[in-house]
């Protein structure tokens, strides 16, 4: 089987965030991405997501930011600490919050409109891949707390698929451990009878 596309796909890692370098992709790459971003299932046509785009220094006001709500939270913060807090969103020169944006719906759940984002989550990434750039989503503490949404831009009943760490990497991406395929499907047996 050679295809390009799954060479492409059997190959795709995550790059340290510490890693991800100048330049950015342009303008032009963004709109691209969220292009592929965007063509993923969504059932009733809902665009149950959007995309927050974190650069240049809104990064640096948003650690500010989160290092002051950890504080508030937590009591003073240790030196090491409080660097990763403000260093959360400048590590990489973008990020793209993708943002899951619930809608009302009788025939749709909210659980798969979130799926949604994941799936728009994921083609943001790709599309970043395919583009040259290196790519890390991660979600963090801040996710889950009101306070952190706010900061980050979200409305209280938007939540975070996830924030997508962009840059130029030099490298292969670290390899990791993988599942081994033929242990994650099977031909359906029947009704599950515990």
């Known amino acids: 089987m050679a295809s390009p596309i799954i060479d492409f796909l059997l190959t ?28 993923v299932p969504d059932h009733g046509r809902l665009e149950p997501w959007r995309f927050i785009l974190y650069r240049g220094e809104a990064r640096i006001e948003i650690g500010r930011k989160l290092a002051a709500l950890a504080e508030q939270r937590e009591g003073p913060l240790p030196e090491g600490r409080r660097n990763q807090e403000l260093a959360r ?22 659980w798969e409109m979130f799926l949604s984002g994941g799936m728009a989550a994921m083609n943001l990434m790709i599309a970043a891949n395919a583009l040259g750039y290196g ?3 991660i979600s963090n503490w801040y996710s889950d707390v009101a306070e952190g949404r706010a900061i980050l831009g979200l409305s209280p009943q938007e939540r975070v698929v996830g924030f997508v760490h962009i840059g130029s990497y030099q490298g292969p991406a670290p390899e990791r451990s993988r599942p081994d395929p033929a242990k994650l499907y099977a031909d359906y047996a029947g009704p599950w009878a515990g």
Do not use: H
Request: aromatic share 2%; proline share 15%.
């Open 135 to 137: 790519t890390n989503m």
């Open 89 to 110: 969103f400048s590590r990489a020169p973008l990020v793209i919050g993708v943002v899951s944006v619930p809608k009302e719906n009788p025939k749709i759940p909210q």
């Open 12 to 39: 795709r890692n995550s790059a340290p965030i510490p890693d991800l370098k100048v330049p950015a992709p342009s303008d032009a790459e963004i709109a691209t991405m969220i292009a592929a971003a965007s063509r």
